[in-house]
T-cell receptor, first 111, second 112 residues
Framework: DQQVKQNSPSLSVQEGRISILNCDYTNSMFDYFLWYKKYPAEGPTFLISISSIKDKNEDGRFTVFLNKSAKHLSLHIVPSQPGDSAVYFC??????????FGSGTQLTVLP | DAGITQSPRHKVTETGTPVTLRCHQTENHRYMYWYRQDPGHGLRLIHYSYGVKDTDKGEVSDGYSVSRSKTEDFLLTLESATSSQTSVYFCAIMEGNTGELFFGEGSRLTVL
């Protein structure tokens, strides 16, 4: 039973437009919600996170939104750049200090 | 840079042989993790450690064992490798209390 789902395996966006990546989770007890970015042949790198007590967190071009009632997390990238092309994983963290990841979404930003 | 080194970075082995992957960190972090990445599955937790000689199982621990005899080293062992264990393996450490993980560059294992 998947606790974290990313239902879109891939997403293509034009350069300069907004990219919206989505993630759904099943357990209300998670404390933190995170996004990671992964380029080929590299390890995942932390991008942005949000605490369960907030509904929005912004860092430059990246904004994460948390809708607890819907158990839904989203990442907005504005404006999208070709260098943003990567696989994006959402992840959830609880008291056990373990991260559970979604299956990932391949973002392609077209020049 | 979280100072994480994985070795070997690439390995090809045959079914039934033992394999050990090493993760080395330089910053004395308490929590260390082994994940595997497979297409369509994302990153799945194999085992993790919360201190020297303190380890626990993750989501996909069958066929894997771990050891942590020193703070800086976390070893992942496949006692008898199978083709289903062909994957990319990532080690990670956790900083702080917000769940933020820092990953190594990965070890690509191919079991023929």
């Amino acid at each position: 039973d998947q606790q974290v789902k990313q239902n879109s395996p891939s997403l293509s966006v034009q350069e300069g437009r907004i990219s919206i990546l989505n993630c759904d989770y099943t357990n209300s007890m998670f404390d933190y919600f995170l996004w990671y970015k992964k380029y080929p042949a590299e390890g995942p790198t932390f991008l942005i996170s949000i605490s369960s007590i907030k509904d929005k967190n912004e860092d430059g071009r990246f904004t994460v939104f948390l809708n607890k009632s819907a158990k839904h997390l989203s990442l907005h990238i504005v404006p999208s750049q070709p260098g943003d092309s990567a696989v994006y994983f959402c992840a959830v963290s609880g008291s056990a200090r373990q991260l559970t990841f979604g299956s990932g979404t391949q973002l392609t930003v077209l020049p | 840079d979280a100072g994480i080194t994985q070795s070997p970075r690439h390995k090809v082995t045959e079914t039934g042989t033992p394999v050990t992957l090493r993760c080395h960190q330089t910053e004395n972090h308490r929590y260390m993790y082994w994940y595997r990445q497979d297409p369509g599955h994302g990153l799945r937790l194999i085992h993790y450690s919360y201190g020297v000689k303190d380890t626990d199982k993750g989501e996909v621990s069958d066929g894997y064992s771990v050891s942590r005899s020193k703070t800086e080293d976390f070893l992942l062992t496949l006692e008898s490798a199978t083709s289903s264990q062909t994957s990319v393996y990532f080690c990670a450490i956790m900083e702080g209390n917000t769940g933020e993980l820092f990953f190594g560059e990965g070890s690509r294992l191919t079991v023929l």
